[in-house]
């Protein structure tokens, strides 16, 4: 009776021991799903403005199946995607139309915004339309605006981004130098606005550099990549000018998306 006793005695605790190491172990063996969703946001340089085939139910926005980000979705099946870019964004637009999709479940964030604020669309039409010394002064009031309000208006969006998808990576990729120095072009803009608008634009990139490292972002550019690329180069992954479809100028070609862009977040993410 007592050998009885003694053995359904250990009988019991060795059972409920190995139920507690195979829950352990179970538990272990199942960890919480990672988040693996990814939003894409920003301006036309995310949405894909310059390189076609747009999504007809995008309208404005102009989205794209050829812009980096569908791309970086199709290669990647990342577990949801939201593409939320739209040309002609803001930091303002970003926080105001973009942010919805971000939850506990994205796992990356892309984002091109900052052009737009600066004026750079400006800075192209008065260099394009306007005398040299106009189109100097307009690069000056984007390199002062770059430096005086931009950062501010960065801080804003970067930090909505963090409070709204902590546990996401966030890579805020740059924007390309316009112009190949001493290239093929024989007309259009002078040397020293193709220089003065190209130091512009390293200068936003020098910006977004710094204000997404603050926020424990990664920096993601393409102005190396594209390098070789640019217009007056002879192969160029940018549109000119392009009379034809005013909004796709100074925007990169399906290959800028693919072959600059594209590698750049991969790489980044």
């Not at 926005?61 to 980096?68: F, I």
Request: glycine content about 12%.
């Amino acid at each position: 009776m007592r050998r009885s006793r003694l053995t359904s005695y250990l009988s019991a605790l060795l059972l409920a021991v190995g139920l507690t190491v195979t829950g352990a172990a179970t538990a272990q063996a199942s960890p919480q799903a990672a988040p693996t969703g990814y939003v894409a946001l920003g301006d036309s340089y995310s949405s894909g403005v310059g390189a076609g085939a747009y999504d007809s139910s995008s309208g404005s926005c102009k989205r794209t199946p050829r812009a980096y980000p569908a791309l970086w979705a199709a290669a990647n099946s990342p577990s949801s995607f939201h593409f939320t870019a739209c040309s002609g964004a803001r930091t303002g637009d970003v926080l105001a139309n973009q942010l919805g999709p971000l939850g506990s479940g994205t796992g990356l964030v892309s984002v091109t915004v900052g052009g737009n604020d600066a004026g750079f669309a400006d800075v192209m039409t008065a260099c394009v339309t306007g005398s040299e010394s106009s189109c100097l002064s307009r690069v000056a009031s984007a390199r002062s605006y770059v430096d005086s309000t931009l950062p501010g208006l960065l801080d804003r969006v970067y930090t909505a981004i963090g409070d709204r998808a902590p546990a996401a990576q966030v890579v805020v990729l740059g924007y390309p130098r316009f112009y190949k120095l001493s290239g093929t072009c024989i007309a259009g803009l002078s040397e020293r606005e193709r220089s003065a608008i190209n130091a512009a634009s390293d200068h936003l990139n020098g910006a977004l550099a710094k204000r997404a490292a603050d926020h424990g972002f990664a920096f993601a550019g393409v102005a190396d990549r594209f390098a070789g690329h640019e217009i007056c180069s002879g192969d160029a992954w940018l549109h000119s000018v392009n009379w034809l479809s005013i909004g796709e100028s100074y925007h990169p070609k399906a290959n800028g998306q693919s072959r600059g862009y594209l590698p750049a977040l991969t790489a980044a993410a």
